[in-house]
């Protein structure tokens, strides 16, 4: 992307199972706090999995009156309090620093509102469809978080979704950095965000044994990122949000710049519509493209942000994608999977680990790969195994997701 408008990083902002600022949920990555907790109801009910990474901490009366929160899904909340959140670290004042038109919005979902779609679907079974609420249309539908950004923040440039299951969030932001490039716009609003750990959605992936099922009563060690015994992933919510921004215009402000994005790839396998391919080639591509766009060597990659989601598959698959994309720098270079803490955030997965992508350039280290006990003999990379680790220089940061449909997504930050 350097060949043209550069795109840099001016603000971040989270919610997540971990902490619902940027400060505490980076200090407790780093720590090795989970943020996976045990279900009471779903003790109850006898679910597969009784295990959820629900959102922390976060007090919406901050970012939404109650009545406002009334008639928003969850998603919308999570997408809300991060956009305020990384709209005031960037300093960025919309109508002095910017027109109105030349910001836009790209924060996804890869479900939407389920937990509306659930509840009014009970009420029309129950209560017949006169009492269905006129509101749940625009509750549900997964573009509706970008909307309310773009209205809260008066933001009337390119505005839309991306669903791309668990690649949504990442997505988002390498097409967010290509709008900004070809000049539609100078400043994009980009992310993830989703409310997923809904009863229909925990009953809907344990019937597809998706979900761990094995560690019920043990739930800060139930996901298991590249571990030999990791038998599914724990199901999470939250939101990540960035600012990015052409470099000119956020240095003529005198923006705080955090990093560059340097590269973008988006592939698909073709080959199922939840399994990956086998050998990796799909991700492996998705990642040779961003590198590309970088103009880097795989050898710069000095960490790799997994996806990492703690399935028997998906971990092994991903192992190879990064051997076929890196070469033998692949055994050299620090790995690790924050959902061993986080669960998977599914849609917002992409925003929330960017943001960890980002601040591992800040700060010259990456948090570790919990819960890596008993290493996967076929997953023999550098996984951070229980501990964060200091990497000093930290230049270039490679994030890969993938997503039911064979979708991949790399990006690249750069130290600015």
Not at 93 to 102: H, L, S
Not at 163 to 172: F, K, Y
Not at 236 to 245: C, K, R, S
Request: charged residues 15%; hydrophobic residues 40%.
């Amino acid at each position: 992307m350097k060949e043209a408008r550069r795109i840099v990083v001016t603000g971040l902002g989270v919610v997540s199972p971990v902490g619902s600022n940027v400060e505490s949920a980076w200090k407790n990555l780093l720590a090795g706090h989970s943020g996976i907790r045990r279900i009471p109801k779903y003790v109850e009910q006898d679910y597969r999995c009784q295990l959820a990474a629900e959102v922390a901490d976060l007090d919406m009366d901050k970012y939404l009156p109650p009545k406002e929160q009334q008639r928003m899904d969850s998603f919308c909340h999570y997408a809300l309090a991060a956009a305020q959140q990384a709209m005031e670290s960037s300093g960025l004042q919309v109508g002095t620093d910017i027109a109105p038109e030349r910001i836009g919005t790209l924060v996804s979902s890869g479900i939407g509102g389920l937990t509306t779609s659930t509840y009014q679907s009970q009420r029309l079974g129950t209560l017949g469809s006169r009492m269905v609420s006129p509101l749940t249309v625009p509750e549900i539908i997964a573009d509706m978080a970008t909307g309310h950004i773009a209205i809260r923040f008066n933001l009337q440039g390119p505005n839309f979704g991306i669903v791309s299951a668990c690649a949504s969030g990442l997505h988002s932001i390498g097409e967010a950095a290509w709008i900004i490039q070809r000049g539609d716009a100078d400043v994009m609003l980009a992310g993830g965000t989703e409310a997923g750990v809904t009863d229909l959605g925990q009953a809907a992936f344990g019937a597809m044994r998706a979900l761990t099922s094995s560690h019920n009563d043990d739930p800060e060690h139930a996901s298991r990122p590249f571990d030999a015994t990791r038998d599914g992933f724990v199901p999470g919510a939250g939101a990540g949000v960035l600012v990015l921004e052409e470099l000119t215009h956020a240095q003529k402000r005198g923006a705080n710049i955090l990093a560059e994005i340097s590269g973008y790839g988006a592939t698909c396998d073709a080959h199922h519509i939840t399994a990956p391919v086998d050998d990796g080639s799909g991700a492996a591509r998705a990642i040779r493209i961003a590198l590309e766009h970088a103009e880097l060597a795989p050898e710069a990659i000095g960490y790799v942000n997994a996806h990492g989601t703690s399935t028997p598959l998906n971990d092994l698959v991903e192992t190879r994608a990064l051997k076929l994309a890196l070469g033998e720098h692949a055994y050299h270079t620090a790995i690790s999977s924050t959902k061993s803490m986080t669960g998977h955030m599914l849609g917002a997965a992409g925003g929330f680990e960017s943001v960890v992508c980002v601040q591992a350039l800040c700060h010259g280290i990456a948090p570790g790969t919990m819960n890596l006990a008993t290493p996967d003999p076929e997953c023999d990379l550098d996984y951070l195994p229980n501990a964060a680790r200091e990497l000093p220089g930290l230049q270039h940061v490679l994030k890969l997701n993938m997503g039911f449909g064979g979708h991949n997504a790399a990006v690249v930050f750069s130290r600015f």
